[in-house]
Antibody, heavy 120, light 108 residues
Framework: QVQLVQSGAEVKKPGASVKVSCKTSGYTFTGYFLQWVRQAPGQGLEWMGWINPESGATKYAQKFQGRVTMTRDTSISTADMELSRVTSDDTAVYYC?????????????WGQGTMVTVSS | EIVLTQSPGTLSLSPGERATLSCRASQSVSSGNLAWYQQKPGQAPRLVIHGASRRATGIPDRFSGSGSGTDFTLTISRLEPEDVAVYYCQQSDSSLYSFGQGTKLDIK
């Protein structure tokens, strides 16, 4: 079945970088865009950006421009999201999600989430 | 950037009642590029409605979506205890996405 399995929880110090991985299975990796969404504790969902696994093209939310990098490795059907210069405000659960083949671009499959904690 | 505003913030209803959740956009959302997600505590979000009115795979028919332009609605016709969750609307415009702040649905 279609699955997105994310890497494990991370604890980082302020100013460091964090990388979260999203391993996909059960479908053609290059056929669907992957999105990254985060959720701070007790807060709502915040869209971060997407990557086209086929071309490697990316689009980032303005808020994260210059701090986020999304990459993919087609040989292992995995996408990564790296966030640099983290602060306590970046403490959140980070999700990858597949954009389904809908005209609306809705996200039909989600990873289980990766908790990133930023603390000195 | 299109801003989505959801109301009410919290909705508390009894089993069997009808729930109506609203999502208003700061500018028109093109071609029904509006989706709704359900998020239960400790879980990832789950797609409920896409294209403003199309139920996602496996979603019961008591869930329905409607609306166009700037005003959209998610309706749950007969509440079940398992519908307790936070519901988020989401839009896509020019390959940029945004979410509403969510409506928390409680069952009395």
């Amino acid at each position: 079945q279609v699955q997105l399995v994310q890497s494990g929880a991370e604890v980082k110090k302020p100013g460091a970088s964090v990388k979260v991985s999203c391993k996909t299975s059960g479908y053609t990796f290059t056929g669907y865009f992957l999105q990254w969404v985060r959720q701070a504790p007790g807060q709502g969902l915040e869209w971060m950006g997407w990557i086209n696994p086929e071309s490697g093209a990316t689009k980032y939310a303005q808020k994260f421009q210059g701090r986020v990098t999304m990459t993919r490795d087609t040989s292992i059907s995995t996408a990564d999201m790296e966030l640099s210069r983290v602060t306590s405000d970046d403490t959140a659960v980070y999700y990858c999600a597949r954009r389904g083949n809908y005209k609306s671009g809705a996200f039909d499959i989600w990873g289980q989430g990766t908790m990133v904690t930023v603390s000195s | 950037e299109i801003v989505l505003t959801q109301s009410p913030g919290t909705l508390s209803l009894s089993p069997g009642e009808r729930a109506t959740l609203s999502c208003r956009a700061s500018q028109s959302v093109s071609s029904g590029n509006l989706a709704w997600y359900q998020q239960k505590p400790g879980q990832a979000p789950r797609l409920v409605i896409h294209g403003a009115s199309r139920r996602a795979t496996g979603i019961p028919d008591r869930f329905s979506g409607s609306g166009s332009g700037t005003d959209f609605t998610l309706t749950i016709s007969r509440l079940e205890p398992e519908d307790v969750a936070v519901y988020y609307c989401q839009q896509s415009d020019s390959s940029l996405y945004s979410f509403g702040q969510g409506t928390k649905l409680d069952i009395k």
